[in-house]
């Protein structure tokens, strides 16, 4: 919280023009791709080591951009799916070894249904469940919490 909230209240004080141009949105649009891949080749692909300041450097200037929407990157992800996956990849992303963990020791080695025979079901039926199981622990769990924590604030 503690860079993208400085980094958004900084943002917020910019006075931007409402209208980009074409040729704006798709200069911004190449930038946040680029910037977008790097990302993705520093940390999933390859680490570097001590690429730390660079890797951090290059998510600012991503956040930046994407808050920004001038491109058509930002544009695109900025609508109402990308926010309900949003509101429920926490709680996916806290159950997830739960699950995993569950179907390494139980179902996976099953004979039956296992990975060897079901590769591609047993798997997916893995995510499914961290899926729908994020979804419930989002309104049992964090929605009332988020309430009682915002209550405690008043």
Known sequence: ?????????????????????????ILVGIIECFLLFLLYKWTI??????????IILVFTSLFILFLAQRGFLSRMLNNNICFQLGKYSFSA????????????????PNP??????????SIFAVIFL????????YYIIEKPFYK???????
Not at 1 to 22: C, D, E, H, Q, T
Not at 45 to 52: A, C, D, G, N
């Open 45 to 54: 692909i390859k680490v570097i080591p001590y690429f730390l300041p660079v």
């Open 130 to 137: 961290i899926c729908i199981f994020g979804v419930i622990v």
């Open 1 to 25: 919280m503690g860079l993208g909230y400085l980094i958004a209240s900084w943002f917020s004080r910019w006075n931007l023009p409402n209208k980009v141009s074409l040729t704006q949105k």
């Open 112 to 121: 039956d249904f296992g990975v060897i025979h079901h590769p591609v079901l």
């Open 93 to 108: 992303y806290m159950i997830q070894e739960i699950f995993f963990n569950i179907a390494k020791k139980y179902i996976w």
């Open 148 to 154: 009682i924590i915002k209550n405690l604030n008043k």
